[in-house]
């Protein structure tokens, strides 16, 4: 039954594969086979997620929210699968995140949810913060009042705490880039003051902290370039000098020997005599 709802969900055939998924959920639980029944709800919340057919916002909390919930609570408790649960919320947080209207609303809180567990390292952190910004800022208000029911505000706070994230992980470009989203959501200037005393000291905290490290970000990136870059094309130039060349068969252009490679992406063949084997212990294996 499990590989049919598979089949039927690789082939697009959404209906088939979420009524099968249904009642594998029902048998899973009668079984308490809880990490299959993990699975068959994921994959159920995920099928009505993909199908191109228009998802009411109830039919959403009744029935892809509460198994989006059982699945999470079935990895992390009964199976101890923080992995699978991350998946789960990554999967649902994009898929939800191209539909529009409340839909945004819910990929932010579940983006929260793996934010406020834990599930992902520093980097992941900032990443997941940048996703949940993305959401609210796609969130737009009704035709009639442009400011009801946007998320502006929770979109620049998002914003913000990315980038107090990535400069924690001494990445001040990625901090640059989200304090400039944040301030242009907030429409305000770095020049000007924030409403807010506590909110307008702590950006004009990360602004200086990101000004102070632009000047070193910025003398690391030449200087990767220069000895990158212009090293390894050097490198190459020489080699082509020094290189034989081989005609074409048209006897009027000229293309490098099949040995010429700097970048060492040309895997050498077992068969050549330059074709070097790894240390070999014998293993008395005959």
Avoid at 64 to 92: G, H, K, N
Wanted: charged share 25%.
């Amino acid at each position: 039954m499990r590989k049919l709802a598979d089949y039927a969900f690789m082939l697009r055939d959404f209906k088939l594969a979420q009524s099968t998924y249904d009642l594998l959920c029902t048998d899973f639980k009668n079984d308490k086979a809880w990490e299959y029944y993990a699975g068959a709800n994921e994959m159920a919340a995920l099928t009505m997620l993909m199908s191109s057919a228009q998802l009411p916002a109830k039919l959403r909390v009744d029935t892809i929210d509460q198994q989006l919930e059982t699945a999470y609570y079935s990895y992390m408790t009964r199976c101890s699968a923080p992995y699978y649960a991350l998946r789960m919320l990554v999967l649902s947080v994009e898929l939800l995140r191209l539909r529009s209207g409340s839909a945004l609303d819910d990929a932010a809180r579940w983006g929260n949810k793996i934010v406020e567990e834990g599930l992902v390292g520093p980097t992941g952190h900032a990443l997941v913060l940048d996703r949940i910004a993305s959401c609210y800022s796609a969130r737009q208000g009704s035709e009639s009042q442009q400011q009801s029911g946007g998320r502006c505000r929770k979109a620049a706070f998002y914003n913000t705490l990315a980038a107090e994230a990535w400069l924690k992980l001494e990445k001040p470009k990625q901090a640059e880039q989200s304090l400039s989203n944040a301030m242009k959501l907030y429409n305000v200037s770095e020049s000007e003051a924030m409403a807010f005393g506590y909110m307008d000291g702590f950006i004009r905290a990360l602004r200086k902290a990101i000004d102070d490290s632009s000047p070193a970000w910025q003398q690391s990136e030449m200087d990767h370039s220069d000895d990158g870059t212009s090293t390894l094309v050097e490198q190459a130039s020489e080699k082509m000098d020094q290189g034989g060349h081989t005609k074409s068969a048209g006897g009027n252009s000229t293309l490098p020997p099949p040995s010429f490679d700097p970048l060492g992406a040309i895997p050498v063949s077992p068969t050549s005599p330059a074709f070097e084997r790894p240390d070999q212990t014998d293993d008395g294996f005959e």
